[in-house]
């Protein structure tokens, strides 16, 4: 008797874009990753007073947390989205300036 061939189950990066851990969990695991990448590089940067590179990766930081801005925003179903997403964009934004004076920490 030959057995059927499992179905390929996703990988964890898969369910995560696809929604299946929820919004907040996909949302802080992808802004969190970002963020560990921007210190890791940033931080080599201002070591090397590399300032362009630096600049780039801070701009490309924004630019990252204003796309998972935008996707909380759509995939938000609660009664007031300006509401929630006022208090994750100050947080975000707040974290991300964090970010940038510890990477500047290497000067």
Aim: charged content about 10%.
């Amino acid at each position: 008797m030959m057995k059927s061939p499992e179905p390929h189950s996703p990988s964890f990066f898969q369910r995560l874009i696809q929604g299946h851990f929820g919004l907040a969990l996909t949302y802080w695991t992808l802004f969190i990753s970002a963020s560990l990448v921007f210190f890791v590089f940033g931080s080599a940067a201002v070591a090397a007073e590399d300032w362009p590179r630096y600049l780039s990766g801070l701009g490309a930081m924004l630019a990252w947390t204003f796309l998972l801005l935008a996707g909380v925003q759509r995939g938000f179903k609660g009664d007031d989205p300006g509401k929630a997403l006022g208090r994750i964009a100050m947080l975000f934004l707040l974290l991300v300036m964090t970010n940038a004076l510890a990477t500047l920490s290497f000067i």
